[in-house]
DNA sequence: TATATCACTATACTTTTGTATACCGGTATA
DNA sequence: TATACCGGTATACAAAAGTATAGTGATATA
């Protein structure tokens, strides 16, 4: 239970907890990386898989979004000394356990499109334009 | 326990998986959505409260992010026949609900930070420039 | 009379994010 | 010989997100 302590907490040290906000955020931020993230939740894979997996991605974003990932470390890239290269990237210790997060914001949102859908009785709630 | 369900339904209704995602993704969007609730959990505020809580927001920002919050359903705009006008901004049932999104977030931010900059023990995680 | 507050909007701009397209050297397959 | 795959990078551009600054009309305070 985290939640008890979290307002004391927060008074004393608000810094700590708008950090490690700010790299759950990152971890999320742009269009890849929950897509990219959920793939390898499945197992480890190489670069073209990941790109015939997460559909439309560029192999530049791809290429990108993977270097943050790692950088953030949620994945581990490895190199094998193959020719040509072979090169897998997974998901550390830390990244497997943000799909708690994934589930949550799956569960709210499930549970928020209900409620919402039912509750306004009109229009979509706001998409991006595809 | 949903990870049981969580393979099998997604097989059959991914659409109603990734939309739901994408609707949470849509409330943490951007810079100051998540600061912005942060507030609000706290009680309904009026808008030149939120333009002093928030720190650093530009009124051009918290009208939008406002406008974009309430069309998802996840603050209620009030105004009332004042002279001149009072508006109040609260969170919805669901924006209230949305608390646990974001107890997760943190609640695995803070976790990675432990783990991660211990185990690479080197520069800090990747974080914006100011 | 001058200034501040309320809840914003308007205009112009910069920065960030994402796309499109082509390309690299080396290897395996047809 | 021609083509495709591997794991990307280079360049140029478009779109989205965010900032800076000023201003609105009415009312209340000094």
Chains 1, 2 share one sequence.
Not at 9 to 17: A, G, H, N, V
Not at 30 to 48: E, N, Y
Not at 66 to 83: A, F, H, P, Q, S
Not at 90 to 114: P, Q, Y
């Amino acid at each position: 239970m985290i939640k008890n302590i979290d307002l004391e907490i927060l008074d004393r040290c608000p810094d700590t907890f708008v950090l490690a906000v700010n790299d759950t955020m990152n971890v999320l931020s742009g269009k890849w990386k929950f897509p990219i993230i959920a793939s390898l939740l499945f197992g480890k894979k190489r670069f073209k898989e990941l790109g015939r997996d997460v559909t439309k991605i560029t192999p530049r974003m791809l290429s990108k979004e993977l270097r943050d990932l790692e950088m953030n470390g949620i994945v581990k890239r490895t190199v094998y000394n193959t020719v040509p290269v072979t090169v897998e990237y997974e998901l550390t210790a830390s990244g497997k356990s943000f799909k708690k997060v994934m589930d949550v914001m799956l569960e709210w949102g499930l549970e928020h499109r209900k409620i919402t859908l039912h509750d306004l009785e009109k229009s979509p709630l706001q998409t991006k334009a595809s």
